[in-house]
């Protein structure tokens, strides 16, 4: 079974972005921040921005080479 880091570094290598509501839906994963902390950790690179939806700030995560 793969790891929520595996599954979600998986994911952003597919150039998609990625939010923390797609993360709880698509990985069961309520803290994708630390998961993009634990993974900028080991090397790679992920970036983040924030963007207005609605009333709400939120970030986008995406790998970025």
Same mark, same amino acid.
């Not at 979600?8 to 952003?12: G, R, T, V």
């Not at 009333?55 to 995406?62: F, G, K, M, P, T």
């Given at each position: 079974m793969k790891s929520q880091n595996a599954k !979600? =570094? %998986?994911? =952003?290598k597919t150039k998609k972005p990625l939010t923390t509501k797609d993360a709880q839906e698509m990985f069961s994963c309520y803290r994708l921040a630390s998961r993009v902390y634990d993974l900028r950790s080991q090397g790679h690179p !992920? +970036? @983040?921005?924030? *963007? *207005? +939806?609605? %009333? /709400? +700030? !939120? /970030?986008?995560?995406?790998? /970025? @080479?």
């Open positions: !979600i =570094l %998986n994911y =952003l !992920i +970036v @983040s921005q924030t *963007k *207005k +939806v609605g %009333n /709400a +700030v !939120i /970030a986008e995560y995406r790998y /970025a @080479s």
